[in-house]
C-alpha cells in the first residue's frame, strides 16, 4: 500500500515537472503524505512485531531509509516550499521501496541482544541523518544541473523549472547542518549501545571504519562550508561524493565486508 | 437587433500624442460613463482608459446613432476635433467585439505581449461602470467570460513567463542565481541608458543599495542622484567587488574592466559568495574567463539577446494557444448570446402562466372559501407546481434550439402554441 501510493505521488511528480501545473503538485503532495502515513503504520507495525527497530535485514533497512528520506523531504517542503524537488526525492525513495520489495522475506526470530532502545536510538539518528544527507545529495545534483545551465548559457526547459541556486545551495547546507549531528549523535549511541550488548566501545568493524570515514568527510565538508565559506559548485561536489561513500558504507560494508554489522550476521541467531 | 460594439484606439493605430489627449484627464473615466448613461441609444456601456488604449464598450440596438454618439463624446472628452482622430479609430462590432475584448484581457493585444498589468486596467474599469450602474447582463457576462480567458491563458499557456527585454532578463537571470534580490547590492560600471533601464528593474525587485561608479566622478555622482545611491571613483570599483552581488557593467572602455584576477581575489575574501556580472558594453568589459571561475556569472550583450530571442520565440508559439483559447470561449459567448433571443419568449410564457394561476385562483375563491390559510397556501403551490412542470420541457426545448439557425422558426412555433402573441396584442 505504501508502494503503491509513493509510486502514485512519484508519478505525479514526474507529470508536474513536465506540466508544471499547481494541482498536480499538491495532489502529488498529499499522496506523498499519504505514503508516508502508510509507511510509518507499516514500520510501527513492524515493530511490534519484532520488537525491535525493522532494521536488521537489508530490505527493511531500504525500507527504513526510504521512510527517512520522505520524512526529511516533507520537514524541508515546511520550511522551503520547493516544489521541484519532490520530483527528484519521490522517485529516489520509490527506487528503494522496490528494491526492498523486491527482496525476498528472510527473516528468522530476533536475537534478544537487538531488544534494545539503544539500537532503536542508534538506528534512527544515523538514518535520519542519511536522509537529510541523501537531500543534500538530490540538492547538490539539482545544483550542478541548474549552475551548468546557467554557466553555459543554455535555458532551457529544466533552466525554468529549478529553482534558484541560492535555494538549493542554502538546501544542501541545511540539510548537512542538521544531518551532521544526527550521525554524530547516531555513532556515538552505536557505541554506548556496543559497550552495553558487546562491552567495548570500538572494535574496527568495517562498518564502524567506514562510519567513520564518512563522518570524518562530512565533518571535512562542514567545516570547509562553515570556516572557509565554501559554497556552490565545489561544496555541490562534495557532498555527491561524501553520500557516495555513505552508500558504500550502507551497502557495501554491510553486504561485502562482513563484520558483526552485516546483514547476514544481523540475521542469523549464532552471530554474536 | 441588440449589437455589441467596441469602439477605441490603442498603441498600434493612434500615436501616443492622440491617446494623451484621452488619457491624461484620470476621470474621463467617469464623465464617459455618465455621459453614456443619459444616452437613450445605449443600453449598458464600459469605458477602458489607459496609456496604450482608450476604448467604449457598448450594447445598443440603434447602431448609427450611439456610434456617432461615442465619437461626438470621445472627441469632447479629449479635446480634439473629429476629423482629426476619426481615422485613429476602430470599430469593431458582435463577435469581433467579443474576440477583442477577450485578447485584450489576456494581454495578446498588449504593446508587450503577456505583460500582465491590463487584466487588472480593465477589471477596474469594469467595477467602475457597475458602480455607474452602466453594466448590464450583457457587459456583465463578457466581462467576467474574459477574466476567465484572461485566467485560462495565463495557467494554460507560458505566456506570462518569458522576459522578452534585456534589462529583464537580467533580472530574470539574477533571481535564478539568488533567489531572493531583497538585501543584495548592486555596482554600477559607467552609465547607458540600457544599464540604468536594468539597475531600475533589479531595484523594483527589493535590491537594497546601489554603488555607481564612472570614469568623470560628476557624472557618478549625478547618475548616484537618481538612484538614491552612493557615488564612488573609478579606481574603488575592485575594492567594491567585495561587497555587491550583482555588477552592471556598460563603459565605452576599449580594454576590459574587470579581469580574470581582480575577481579571482575578491572571490576569496568574500568567501565565495555568489556574484552576477551584467556586462552590457560593446566592447566587453568583463574578461570572459572570469565566467570560469566557481560562483561567478557572467552575461554579456549577446548572451542576454540569446535569451530574449529565445523567450520570443516561445512567446510567439505561447500565443498561437493562448489565440486558440480565445477562439473557443468567443463561440462558447457566441452561443450564449444566442440563447439571449429566445429569453422574451420564455419571459411572456412564463408571464402567461402567472396571469392564468391568478385568474384561476380568483375565480375558485369561493369554494375555497372553508379552507385554513395554510391549505389554501398548499393549493397555490400545487396549481404553480403543475404549471411550471407542464412548461419546463417547452423552456428546455426552446433553449436548446436558441443557437440554432432555425430558432425563428421554434420561437415563432411557441408563440403560436401559447398563443403569446395576441395575449400581448390585447394589452
Request: with cysteine.
Given at each position: 500500500m505504501a508502494l503503491l501510493t509513493l509510486l502514485l505521488a512519484s508519478g505525479g511528480f514526474i507529470v508536474y515537472i513536465v506540466k508544471q501545473e499547481k494541482w498536480i503538485f499538491n495532489w502529488s503532495y498529499w499522496i506523498l503524505v499519504a505514503a508516508f502515513f502508510f509507511h510509518t503504520i507499516f514500520l510501527g507495525y513492524r515493530y511490534a512485531l519484532l520488537g525491535t527497530a525493522p532494521v536488521l535485514t537489508l530490505k527493511s533497512a531500504l525500507?527504513?531509509?526510504?521512510?527517512?528520506?520522505?520524512?526529511?523531504?516533507?520537514?524541508?517542503?515546511?520550511?522551503?516550499?520547493?516544489?521541484?524537488?519532490?520530483?527528484?526525492?519521490?522517485?529516489?525513495?520509490?527506487?528503494?521501496?522496490?528494491?526492498?520489495?523486491?527482496?525476498?522475506?528472510?527473516?528468522?526470530?530476533?536475537?534478544?541482544?537487538?531488544?534494545?532502545?539503544?539500537?532503536?536510538?542508534?538506528?534512527?539518528?544515523?538514518?535520519?541523518?542519511?536522509?537529510?544527507?541523501?537531500?543534500?545529495?538530490?540538492?547538490?545534483?539539482?545544483?550542478?544541473?541548474?549552475?551548468?545551465?546557467?554557466?553555459?548559457?543554455?535555458?532551457?526547459?529544466?533552466?525554468?523549472?529549478?529553482?534558484?541556486?541560492?535555494?538549493?545551495?542554502?538546501?544542501?547546507?541545511?540539510?548537512?547542518?542538521?544531518?551532521?549531528?544526527?550521525?554524530?549523535?547516531?555513532?556515538?549511541?552505536?557505541?554506548?549501545?556496543?559497550?552495553?550488548?558487546?562491552?567495548?566501545?570500538?572494535?574496527?568493524?568495517?562498518?564502524?571504519?567506514?562510519?567513520?570515514?564518512?563522518?570524518?568527510?562530512?565533518?571535512?565538508?562542514?567545516?570547509?562550508?562553515?570556516?572557509?565559506?565554501?559554497?556552490?559548485?565545489?561544496?555541490?561536489?562534495?557532498?555527491?561524493?561524501?553520500?557516495?561513500?555513505?552508500?558504500?558504507?550502507?551497502?557495501?560494508?554491510?553486504?561485502?565486508?562482513?563484520?558483526y554489522h552485516s546483514f547476514e550476521s544481523l540475521g542469523s541467531r549464532t552471530a554474536l | 437587433m441588440m449589437k455589441i460594439i467596441t469602439i477605441g484606439m490603442n498603441h498600434e493605430t493612434a500615436p501616443v500624442q492622440m491617446r494623451e489627449c484621452l488619457a491624461t484627464e484620470p476621470d474621463n473615466t467617469l464623465k464617459a460613463l455618465k455621459a453614456m448613461r443619459e444616452l437613450d441609444c445605449i443600453r449598458e456601456a464600459i469605458f477602458l482608459s489607459t496609456c496604450n488604449r482608450v476604448e467604449a464598450l457598448f450594447i445598443t440596438e440603434r447602431e448609427t446613432e450611439a456610434k456617432t454618439a461615442v465619437i461626438q463624446l470621445m472627441s469632447e472628452l479629449g479635446d480634439m476635433a473629429q476629423d482629426d482622430f476619426l481615422s485613429y479609430l476602430y470599430t469593431l462590432e458582435d463577435l469581433e467585439a467579443v474576440q477583442h475584448v477577450f485578447r485584450v484581457a489576456s494581454s495578446l493585444d498588449s504593446m508587450v505581449v503577456g505583460e500582465p498589468q491590463i487584466l487588472g486596467q480593465i477589471k477596474e474599469a469594469y467595477s467602475e461602470a457597475t458602480r455607474q450602474k452602466t453594466s448590464g447582463v450583457i457587459l456583465n457576462r463578457l466581462m467576467h467570460r474574459s477574466f476567465h480567458v484572461a485566467k485560462r491563458v495565463r495557467t494554460e499557456t507560458d505566456i506570462c513567463e518569458a522576459a522578452v527585454s534585456v534589462s529583464y532578463a537580467a533580472v530574470e537571470l539574477a533571481k535564478k542565481i539568488f533567489y531572493d534580490l531583497q538585501g543584495k547590492k548592486v555596482l554600477l560600471v559607467g552609465a547607458g541608458d540600457m544599464a540604468e533601464l536594468a539597475a531600475r528593474h533589479l531595484m523594483r525587485q527589493g535590491v537594497a543599495s546601489m554603488v555607481v561608479a564612472n570614469r568623470t566622478f560628476e557624472r557618478a555622482v549625478q547618475v548616484a542622484e537618481a538612484f538614491k545611491a552612493q557615488p564612488v571613483s573609478f579606481e574603488e570599483v575592485e575594492g567594491q567587488f567585495l561587497d555587491v552581488d550583482i555588477v552592471i557593467t556598460s563603459t565605452a572602455s576599449p580594454d576590459y574592466v574587470v579581469t580574470h584576477e581582480q575577481v579571482k581575489q575578491a572571490l576569496r575574501k568574500r568567501r565565495n559568495r555568489p556574484l552576477f556580472f551584467i556586462d552590457i558594453a560593446v566592447p566587453r568589459d568583463v574578461q570572459p574567463e572570469v565566467n570560469d571561475l566557481d560562483n561567478v556569472y557572467v552575461y554579456d550583450i549577446d548572451d542576454l539577446k540569446g535569451v530574449v530571442q529565445l523567450n520570443k520565440a516561445q512567446r510567439i508559439q505561447e500565443a498561437v494557444k493562448a489565440e486558440r483559447i480565445v477562439q473557443e470561449e468567443v463561440s462558447k459567448f457566441a452561443r450564449w448570446l444566442k440563447t439571449l433571443s429566445v429569453v422574451p419568449t420564455i419571459v411572456s410564457l412564463r408571464d402567461k402562466m402567472e396571469s392564468i394561476i391568478q385568474v384561476e385562483l380568483r375565480k375558485s375563491r369561493s369554494s375555497l372559501a372553508g379552507l385554513t390559510p395554510e391549505e389554501i397556501e398548499a393549493v397555490q403551490t400545487l396549481t404553480r407546481s403543475v404549471a411550471e412542470k407542464l412548461l419546463n420541457d417547452p423552456i428546455v426545448y426552446l433553449k436548446r434550439m436558441a443557437d440554432r439557425k432555425t430558432a425563428n422558426t421554434y420561437i415563432d412555433m411557441a408563440k403560436k402554441l401559447f398563443s403569446l402573441d395576441e395575449e400581448e396584442d390585447a394589452e
Open positions: 525500507s527504513f531509509f526510504s521512510w527517512c528520506i520522505l520524512c526529511a523531504y516533507l520537514v524541508l517542503q515546511f520550511r522551503f516550499r520547493l516544489m521541484v524537488l519532490g520530483s527528484f526525492v519521490a522517485p529516489f525513495a520509490a527506487f528503494l521501496m522496490i528494491v526492498s520489495t523486491a527482496l525476498p522475506w528472510a527473516e528468522g526470530p530476533v536475537n534478544p541482544v537487538f531488544k534494545s532502545l539503544w539500537l532503536t536510538a542508534h538506528v534512527g539518528t544515523v538514518f535520519m541523518g542519511n536522509g537529510l544527507f541523501a537531500i543534500a545529495f538530490l540538492a547538490a545534483v539539482m545544483y550542478l544541473i541548474q549552475e551548468r545551465n546557467i554557466k553555459r548559457k543554455r535555458l532551457g526547459s529544466f533552466y525554468a523549472r529549478l529553482p534558484s541556486l541560492a535555494t538549493l545551495d542554502s538546501i544542501n547546507h541545511y540539510c548537512l547542518i542538521y544531518g551532521f549531528p544526527l550521525l554524530t549523535v547516531g555513532m556515538i549511541t552505536g557505541s554506548i549501545y556496543a559497550q552495553y550488548a558487546l562491552g567495548t566501545y570500538w572494535q574496527w568493524d568495517p562498518k564502524e571504519v567506514w562510519s567513520l570515514i564518512t563522518w570524518l568527510f562530512y565533518a571535512a565538508l562542514l567545516h570547509e562550508r562553515l570556516t572557509v565559506g565554501w559554497r556552490g559548485r565545489k561544496a555541490a561536489l562534495m557532498s555527491i561524493f561524501c553520500f557516495a561513500i555513505l552508500l558504500f558504507t550502507f551497502l557495501g560494508a554491510s553486504l561485502w565486508l562482513g563484520g | -
